[in-house]
């Protein structure tokens, strides 16, 4: 389990689901002069518990270990981020008719208020964290590789692991990053000895490791070859491209750990 695979929104689901817990021991609905029992009670809320408070903390659950599983894995035909999303959105559509149909006898409590919001924001971040870039972000933020650099200069030494890019030695030349998938070109005086002619394009085996971003969401396939899809890679999450296949896709590695093709490299930021 790495916590690095957590997103803003699922940072949002563990929040929402601690709402909803604390709102579970306050008063549901509430009469003058007196106050009444929480949601555990279950003789006063046989249905609200089960329908509302339940179904939160179950779907809160799902949504979350569904970051920690292959997207491939699934349970009666959903995958489990598919399953909390339906019970978040049955949650807060019972919370919802519980405030509605609120007896004319009593008036709502803090309890059915809070559990109402806290179920909106729950289901809310099921249907749409995945489409909204600020809650799709990393929530633990990736280590920046390394500083910004001045433009054309090469990143330094160190800066991260596996992060490509050695230290210039001062006065030499800096060589020229070029555009990914492309051929080096060798700084002024780098030439084959005695010929006169330019190095030979390096071969595929000097491939070095490289931090990237992905400027909208992309889809990670296995490494086999096969499409079955293993992660989605998030834009504002760096990754580390670890070997190249063919002639623009990369294999690349998530914060977690798994590793896959990424065969649609266009308009990647190199870090």
């Known amino acids: 389990m790495n916590i690095r695979s957590l997103t803003r929104g699922d940072g949002v689901v563990i929040g929402a689901a601690a709402l909803l817990f604390i709102a579970s021991f306050l008063d549901f609905y509430s009469t003058t002069g007196g106050d ?7 003789d006063a ?16 659950g799902l ?3 569904s970051r920690f599983q292959p997207e491939s894995r699934k349970v009666l035909g959903m995958p489990l981020s598919g399953w ?4 978040a959105v049955s949650a807060a559509w019972s919370a919802l008719w519980a405030l509605i149909t609120c007896p004319s006898t009593l008036d709502l409590g803090a309890g059915a208020v809070i559990a109402f919001l806290a179920t909106l924001a729950l289901a809310g971040v099921a249907v749409f964290g995945a489409k909204v870039p600020a809650l799709a972000g990393s929530l633990v933020p990736e280590a920046r590789p390394a500083a910004p650099q001045p433009y ?9 692991y596996g992060y490509p890019g050695g230290q210039q030695p001062y006065g030499s030349t800096p060589q020229p990053v070029p555009p990914y998938g492309g051929t080096p070109t060798p700084a002024p005086g780098q030439h084959d000895s005695g010929a006169g002619h330019q190095a030979a394009p390096a071969p595929a085996a000097d491939f070095s490791p490289f931090w990237f971003a992905v400027p909208v969401a992309r889809p990670l396939f296995a490494e086999d070859g096969s499409p079955t899809q293993i992660a989605e890679l ?27 093709i990424l065969s649609d490299t266009s308009g990647i930021q190199r870090g």
């Open 234 to 260: 998030a834009p504002g999450t760096w990754y580390l491209a670890v070997e190249q296949r063919g002639g623009t896709a990369l294999v690349a590695q998530t914060q977690d750990g798994r590793r896959g």
């Open 84 to 87: 909390g999303t339906v019970l």
């Open 36 to 42: 009444l029992p929480s949601a555990w009670d279950t």
């Open 63 to 65: 949504l979350v270990a």
């Open 152 to 160: 054309g200069g090469q990143p330094q030494q160190g800066a991260g």
């Open 45 to 60: 809320y046989r249905l609200v518990l089960p329908s509302v408070f339940l179904l939160g903390f179950i779907a809160a």
